[in-house]
C-alpha cells in the first residue's frame, strides 16, 4: 500500500477476483441442486487467497494466517466433521472480512485522525442497527444450534469493537482505529453469514438455561488455580481463560443462551490445563472409548447436540492426528470435562447453596483527579 491510488487499485482487483470466485459457485441458473453454502463460503475465500491480489498489503500476512485454517476446513468437510469446519470458517472469516474492509479505505483515513473520525461516525450510522443492547431473539431460527452460537457470540462484539475503535484510535494512531472499526464490521459480517448458512433441521433445538452458577463454578476453578508458579509461567493462558469466562457472563447476561453455551465450553477448556494439580490422562484406548461413548449420546433423543458435536468433531481430530501411543491433552479435556459440563448444562439448575453474609466491608477513597 504505497499510497492511496495503488491501494485504490489493488482493492478494484481484489473485488473482481471475489465476485469471480463467488461465481464459480454460485448456482445461477443452473437447473442442478443448489451448492452447499460452507463449501462456497471456504471456496470463496480460498481462491482469493490463491490470487495474485491476496499476496500484498494487508492480505499478505491475513494469508500466512487464514490460507492454512480454510485448508484444514475444506479437509474437515472431506472427513465428514462438518461442525468442526463450521468453527474453523468463522473463525477464519472475521480476519478476512476486516482485511476487506481495511483494503477498500483510503491512505489518508490511516494516517488522518480527522479522516478516521469522519469514518468512525459513517460506520456509525451503517451499523446503527448492531449497536445497541442485544435481542436474545436476534438468531432464532438459525440453524444448527452450533451455527447460532457462533453468530450470538460475535453480536455482542460489533457494538464492543466500534465504542473501542475511536479511542483507540485517538490513543494510538488512526491505522490502529480502523483496525478495530474493520473487526465491528466483520463481526456483524459473521453475524450476517450465520443466517446465510443456516439450513433447516428436524432435531429439536437444546434447551438452554441460564449458566450462571456455572460460570460462577469455573471462575472460582480458575481463581485457585491462579498462584505461583502457574499465575507466572502460564499468565497469558490465565488472561484468555478469563477473558472467555467475561464473555461467557456478559452473553448470558443478555440472554443469547447459544453463544454463552459456547464461551462457557470454550472457557472450560481453557481452564482445564491449568488446574493444580493436572486432571490425569486417559490412555489413548481409553479416550477413544470415551469419545465414542460420547458420540452416540450425542446422536440419540432427537435433540440438537450440535455445540456438544463440534467440541467432540475437534477432539476427534486431535486424536486422529496425534502421534501413535498418546492421548492429546486438549482430547483428554474435552472428554473428560467439557462434553460432561455439556450435558450438565441441559439438565435443570440445581439449587444454588446460600451465599454467606460479609464480615468485613471495604471502602475504597479515590482522590479527585488522580
Same mark, same amino acid.
Given at each position: ?128 442497527? $448492531? ?44 491505522? $490502529? ?59 497469558? $493462558? ?133
Amino acid at each position: 500500500m504505497k499510497d492511496g491510488r495503488a491501494r485504490s487499485v489493488s482493492w478494484m482487483a481484489a473485488a473482481v477476483l471475489l465476485s469471480l470466485a463467488t461465481a464459480r459457485v454460485s448456482p445461477g441458473f443452473s437447473s442442478g441442486p443448489a451448492p452447499d453454502p460452507l463449501v462456497a463460503e471456504i471456496e470463496r475465500w480460498s481462491a482469493f487467497l490463491r490470487s495474485d491480489a491476496a499476496s500484498h498489503g494487508v492480505w499478505a500476512g491475513l494469508k500466512r494466517g487464514n490460507q492454512p485454517l480454510l485448508a484444514r476446513a475444506a479437509q474437515d468437510l472431506a472427513q465428514g466433521r462438518r461442525l468442526l469446519a463450521l468453527h474453523r470458517l468463522t473463525m477464519a472469516e472475521v480476519g478476512l472480512a476486516a482485511g476487506a474492509y481495511l483494503s477498500a479505505r483510503p491512505a489518508d483515513q490511516h494516517q488522518d485522525i480527522a479522516r478516521f473520525e469522519a469514518e468512525w461516525a459513517r460506520m456509525g450510522k451503517a451499523l446503527r442497527g $448492531d449497536l445497541g443492547p442485544p435481542s436474545p431473539a436476534a438468531l432464532a431460527g438459525v440453524q444448527p444450534a452450533a451455527l447460532r452460537a457462533l453468530g450470538e457470540a460475535a453480536i455482542p462484539q460489533v457494538r464492543a469493537y466500534y465504542v473501542a475503535s475511536l479511542e483507540y484510535g485517538r490513543s494510538t494512531t488512526p491505522g $490502529d482505529g480502523l483496525f478495530y472499526l474493520a473487526t465491528a464490521q466483520a463481526q456483524r459480517d459473521l453475524v450476517e453469514l450465520c443466517r446465510r448458512l443456516s439450513t433447516p433441521a428436524s432435531l429439536k433445538p437444546p434447551s438452554l438455561r441460564s449458566l450462571r452458577a456455572e460460570i460462577d463454578g469455573l471462575q472460582s476453578d480458575l481463581i485457585k488455580a491462579y498462584k505461583p508458579p502457574a499465575s507466572i509461567d502460564r499468565h497469558g $493462558d490465565f488472561i484468555s481463560a478469563d477473558a472467555a469466562l467475561k464473555e461467557a457472563r456478559e452473553l448470558d447476561t443478555a440472554g443469547l443462551r447459544y453463544g454463552a453455551m459456547l464461551r462457557y465450553l470454550d472457557a472450560a477448556l481453557l481452564v482445564a490445563p491449568l488446574r493444580q494439580p493436572a486432571p490425569p490422562q486417559l490412555a489413548p484406548a481409553a479416550l477413544r472409548k470415551r469419545l465414542d461413548e460420547f458420540a452416540a449420546r450425542l446422536s440419540t433423543g432427537g435433540i440438537d447436540h450440535s455445540l456438544g458435536r463440534m467440541m467432540l468433531e475437534g477432539a476427534q481430530d486431535e486424536v486422529a492426528s496425534a502421534a501413535p501411543g498418546t492421548s492429546p491433552a486438549a482430547s483428554t479435556a474435552i472428554a473428560t470435562d467439557v462434553l460432561p459440563r455439556y450435558f450438565a448444562a441441559l439438565a435443570p439448575a440445581r439449587p444454588e447453596p446460600p451465599k454467606p453474609k460479609p464480615q468485613v466491608i471495604v471502602t475504597l477513597v479515590r482522590w479527585p483527579y488522580t
